[in-house]
């Protein structure tokens, strides 16, 4: 695979999202060979997944330049279903679950970290959902995730100040669940071997009995995420966002 690596280690397997020289931002080639993978090691003999990004940074995100053919509507719907399916498997997956986060985590490279049963995160990490900068709202069931970590009220405003915390604010606000000194990966791997010395067969059954009944409730937000972010790439507001990163300028919004 060109953009997404993965390493087997007896029982634990390692994803690394690998485009560094773009951040690891995801385009649509990307996204097809990740859930590739989660599918492969969703069947395979590991019991904990790390999953990490190569380079400096964890995910920046939706590549800016996919959304250019995004004004194809069947294009658009078959990039959304690639997304729903990854955050579907990984929330469902049978396995525990570690995303390592160093350098940047935003947009829908937050909202994959955050499928994680653990969040490992450095404290010079930045993490944010950014989408409002291009005028859209988060994906990849963004909303679920910092609905369940941090309270609807909180995510609302996390989502409208299109802030990035660093990993020690993060930590406060109970977006991510360990905050590491070293390397992030380097805590995660310290983690997973812990967890195969661990009751693991019970452990996953509380996940499962706790995913399985939220299930639905995530498909849900996957697929209004859908439609809503369908209806906001029509605005001006959108336009103009795209059009403003591009120049690298500040946006002027509209509310249109």
Known sequence: ????????????????????????????????????????????????????????????????????????????????????????????????????????????????????????????????????????????????FLQERIGVQKAKQFIWGMEQVKGIQAKEMGLVDILSDEQAIMTADRLAEKLLSSPLTAMLKTKMLYHSRQRDNLLSFLVDEQEAQWELRQTQDHQEGVQAFLDKRKPRFKGE
């Open 1 to 144: 695979m060109k953009y997404v690596m993965m390493e087997e280690k007896g029982e634990i397997t390692y994803i690394y999202l690998n485009r560094p020289d773009k951040y690891n931002a995801l385009n649509k080639e990307m996204l097809e060979e990740l859930l590739d993978t989660v599918r492969h090691v969703r069947d395979s003999v590991a019991r904990v997944v790390v999953l990490s990004g190569k380079g400096s940074a964890f995910c920046s995100g939706g590549d800016i330049r996919m959304m250019e053919d995004f004004s194809d509507r069947a294009n658009f719907n078959g990039v959304m279903e690639t997304i729903k399916d990854i955050v579907m498997e990984l929330f469902m997956m049978p396995k525990i679950i570690i995303s390592a986060i160093q350098g940047a985590a935003v947009g829908l490279g937050l909202s994959i970290a955050l499928t994680a049963d653990y969040v490992v995160t450095q404290k010079d990490a930045r993490l944010g959902m950014l989408f409002l900068g291009i005028g859209l709202l988060p994906d990849g069931g963004g909303h679920f």
